[in-house]
């Protein structure tokens, strides 16, 4: 099937394709045994871009999200059907290797989730288990460089041997987004990344998201609309499976073209 067949299908409003996009998602379905919980997507993801997902509770953003960098997988009666075309070939194909994937499609999940390790091997080991650093000297410069990345640096220069627990919450999510940075992405996912901080520690993760953008595309799950509005290129919304509009983050809050997008955007349901 063709993709212009597949968008005939779609019931999308907006604008789904884009120019230039790092990723496409065509005809993607989620299941769970017989439950269809994605319905049909077909979005493009925007190169050095943020695109939010919003929709009610159980919309299905987190299951769209988790297939970008094959998160279903460890689901054991996940199926997925469609592609998701990443630097030319079809990520879901059976074999990419799913490791390799999520070093090029890094994640941050809404509850920060740092190894028991201390702050540095936080950091330090997926550098190490990609490979990426030559020696000590070169390792300990890419830990300290992804923690001045995320502001987190001068905050924890004198204690890298104490455990990462030890931080507050917002600062182990910012040690997550330094974790997932470290190994060099090219996208990062964020499943409701802020959710379970204080607005201070909202505040500095948001513009750390922002600063994100000039090195990598993102694509952020949100509960908050104003966060959408603060931060996304794009926004989509999703309802009940699937994706009822996709646009410029403006469009989608002050001239949605469905009803659906118009009132959930209005506060009428959520
Ligand atoms: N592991 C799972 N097993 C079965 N059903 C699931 C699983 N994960 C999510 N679902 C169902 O899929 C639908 C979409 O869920 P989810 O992607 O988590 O939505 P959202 O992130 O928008 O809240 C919901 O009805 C949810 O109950
Ligand atoms: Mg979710």
Redesign the pocket.
């Known amino acids: 099937m063709t993709t212009e067949h597949l968008l005939n299908q779609s019931i999308t409003s907006g604008q789904a394709l884009i120019q230039n996009p790092i990723m496409s998602v065509r005809g993607l379905n ?1 299941f ?2 017989q ?1 269809h ?2 319905k049909n997507i077909n979005l493009d993801i925007g190169n050095q871009q943020i695109l939010a ?1 919003i ?12 297939c970008l960098n094959r998160m ?1 997988d460890t ?1 054991s ?2 199926r997925i059907t469609g592609t998701i075309e990443f630097d030319n070939q079809n990520i879901l194909n059976k074999n990419i290797d799913p490791v390799y994937l999520r070093a090029r499609v890094g994640m941050v999940f809404q509850k920060a989730n740092p190894f028991p390790k201390s702050i540095f091997e936080n950091i330090a080991f997926g550098i190490k288990i990609h490979g990426l650093s030559t020696n000590n000297q070169d390792l300990e410069h890419q830990v300290k460089k992804a923690l001045d990345k995320v502001g987190l640096l001068k905050e924890v220069e004198h204690r890298l041997e104490q455990s990462a627990l030890g931080l507050s919450g917002g600062q182990q999510q910012r040690l997550c987004i330094a974790r997932a940075i470290a190994i060099n992405p090219e996208i990062i996912l964020m ?2 990344p802020c959710s379970a901080l204080d607005p201070i520690a909202t505040a500095k993760v948001e513009e750390l998201i922002q600063n994100l953008k000039q090195n990598f595309s993102i694509v952020m ?1 949100t509960h908050s609309m104003q966060q959408a509005k603060r931060l996304a290129d794009r926004t989509a919304y ?1 309802h009940i ?1 699937e994706l009822i509009e996709v646009n410029e983050t403006s469009l989608i809050f002050n001239q949605p073209q469905n009803n659906l997008t118009h009132q959930y955007v209005e506060g009428k349901f959520g």
Do not use: H, Q, W
Not at 55 to 66: E, Y
């Open positions: 989620v769970y045994n439950f919980a994605v997902l929709g009610p509770s159980g919309c299905g953003k987190s299951s769209f999200l988790r279903n689901i009666d996940c499943d409701e799950v999703f499976g």
